[in-house]
């Protein structure tokens, strides 16, 4: 079984520019979870899909993060414009329903993003 | 959803059983306890949960109080491999999301 893909792997930008991530889930799993990962802290939600719906946002800085996901499937993450303070690795996490306990969540390897 | 307590790090020697334990006092009845871990580098993967019972799988043993106020996840025979963060979550089924902490850094010496 394919694993969650992401990328690009890495991505340097200067400040006030945009970037944007993309994650290709498990083939049929419904959830899809984007996190952001800073140096030496845990992962943090950033939004949660099921299917091609929201199931929360709430932790997503709307002003300058949006993401979407196409037909269900894949996921692309943007940051418009970024600031120094979200340079962090994003990892993208699928599961097969939305109680996803059950099944396991599987993250992808993630995108490292440096903002100088 | 309840939080969790981990020691910041451990230490194990190679071939020992690695106990890496966490504190989660205010679980309650519908909250499941998983543990994944991070190797650098990678993204997070899965090891084990539970829900009252002690667990065991091919990576790891899960035990876990039975007043459900703690958990004990541990690695058997520890190797180099094993080197990682690991993560204690409390994940209820009302909200189905992953909430992580700071977590453990196990560091596994030959």
């Known amino acids: 079984e394919a694993g969650v893909a992401q990328s690009p792997r890495y991505k340097i930008i200067e400040k006030r520019q945009s970037v944007a991530f993309w994650c290709n889930p498990i083939?049929?799993?419904?959830?899809l979870y984007w996190y952001q990962q800073i140096l030496g802290q845990g992962p943090k939600l950033l939004i949660q899909f099921q299917n091609n719906g929201v199931v929360d946002d709430s932790q997503l800085p709307k002003d300058r993060f949006s993401a979407e996901r196409l037909k269900g499937v894949d996921s692309t993450l943007k940051i418009q414009p970024a600031k120094l303070e979200d340079s962090a690795v994003y990892l993208c996490a699928s599961s097969l329903g939305l109680r996803g306990g059950d099944y396991g969540y599987t993250f992808g390897s993630g995108t490292r993003l440096t903002v100088v | 959803d309840a939080k969790t307590t981990q020691p910041p790090s451990m230490d194990c020697a190679e071939g020992r059983a690695a106990n890496l334990p966490c504190n989660h006092s205010t679980i309650s009845g519908n909250e499941y306890v998983y543990w994944y871990r991070q190797i650098h580098s990678q993204g997070p993967q899965y090891i084990i949960h539970?829900?009252?019972n002690n667990e065991t799988n091919e990576m790891a043993s899960l035990i876990i109080t039975e007043d459900r106020k703690s958990s004990t996840l541990i690695l058997p025979h520890a190797t180099l491999r094993d080197t990682a963060v690991y993560y204690c979550?409390?994940?209820?089924?009302?909200?189905?999301?992953?909430?992580f902490g700071t977590g453990t850094r196990l560091q596994v010496f030959p």
């Open positions: 539970g829900l009252k």
């Open positions: 083939s049929g799993h419904a959830t």
């Open positions: 979550i409390v994940l209820s089924y009302n909200t189905d999301k992953l909430i």
